[in-house]
Structures are given as structure tokens and as C-alpha cells.
């Protein structure tokens, strides 16, 4: 009798084991015919050297101070340029002659006004040519360029002191 009990434990350990591999084939097969179906194609992919992108142009933004006199003498005062449109302002590239050194930023509200801040004050006496280098793009869907370089020069001049007039 317990021989007889040991074959049916066995004959029903074998139909298990046939029963995970039967439902795990059966679970494979409906996976893999539920996969989306490849078409072959003869087009290559496209690789990063066919695939650019036609950027618009971008208009002039408004420049504050334009070029001329300033009475900037010993100060970082900044340059602002006011654009429409949201700025990438990593593709702003400046130079200045005499050579300069400027930090980019923009305000947290009002991503589109570019700020050039000198990091060392501007010399009394020295005029400043400073390029703006065209390239400028927007920062959004819209692909948009400056297609200009922006000239700007300032003769800087002494800081205008405040009249301090007392009556007598």
C-alpha cells in the first residue's frame, strides 16, 4: 500500500511540473503575439547630421543703454536686451574691446530681458565696443535665431555725483 501511495505522489508531482510548463508556454506564446509587428524598411534611420533644425529669425530685442555716453565710471551697471520671446541664454556670446568679462543672467519672471553684468567695474575715461555675436536663440518650440551681431559702444565717463544744494 505505501509503494502504491508513493506512485501516485509521484505520478501527480510529474503532471504538475507538465502543468507549470504547459502554462508557462502557453503565457509565452500570447506575449509574443501581442507584440507590435516590425515592417522592414529600406530607409536608413536618421542619424544627428540629417536631421536640423531651420530656425526663423529671431527680431532685434530692445537695448538698454544704446550706444553713446555714460556716466558709468567705477560701476557694474548692466546692459539689458529685451526679447519677445524666452531666451536660451547659454547661446548668448559676447566680446568687448578693451577685453571684459561678463556674467549672463536673466529674471526668474522675465525670461526673455537678458542681463550683461561686467564682473569688474567700468573704467572712467575708456571706451567700450561690445559685440553681441548673432546666434541667440529661443528657448521654446518656437526655433528662432538672431540672425545679427549686435554693436554696441559706450564712452564712459565719470559717475554724476547728486547735487546736495542746503538752504541757507
Same mark, same amino acid.
Given at each position: ?13 510529474? %503532471?504538475?511540473?507538465?502543468? +507549470? ?18 515592417? /522592414? ?23 538698454? /543703454? ?7 565710471? &567705477? ?18 556670446? +559676447?566680446?568687448?574691446?578693451? /577685453? ?13 530681458? +537678458? +542681463?550683461?553684468? /561686467? ?20 528657448? %521654446?518650440? &518656437?526655433?528662432?535665431? %538672431?540672425? &545679427? ?5 559706450? &564712452? ?13
Amino acid at each position: 500500500m505505501k509503494n502504491f501511495i508513493l506512485q501516485i505522489i509521484q505520478k501527480r508531482a510529474k %503532471l504538475l511540473v507538465f502543468l +507549470i510548463f504547459l502554462i508557462s508556454l502557453v503565457l509565452l506564446i500570447t506575449l509574443l503575439s501581442n507584440r507590435p509587428k516590425e515592417s /522592414p524598411t529600406t530607409s536608413a534611420p536618421p542619424t544627428s547630421a540629417s536631421i536640423s533644425i531651420e530656425y526663423g529669425d529671431l527680431p532685434m530685442p530692445q537695448i538698454f /543703454p544704446k550706444s553713446g555716453k555714460l556716466n558709468w565710471g &567705477e560701476t557694474k551697471n548692466a546692459i539689458t536686451l529685451k526679447f519677445d520671446k524666452t531666451i536660451n541664454k547659454s547661446s548668448v556670446q +559676447i566680446s568687448s574691446q578693451p /577685453p571684459k568679462n561678463f556674467k549672463i543672467s536673466t529674471l526668474p519672471d522675465d525670461l526673455g530681458r +537678458i +542681463i550683461i553684468t /561686467p564682473l569688474t567695474p567700468w573704467e572712467t575715461g575708456k571706451t567700450y565696443k561690445i559685440t553681441i555675436f548673432k546666434g541667440i536663440k529661443t528657448a %521654446l518650440q &518656437e526655433p528662432l535665431m %538672431l540672425k &545679427e551681431d549686435i554693436n554696441l559702444e559706450y &564712452e564712459i565717463l565719470s559717475p554724476t555725483r547728486p547735487n546736495y544744494d542746503r538752504p541757507a
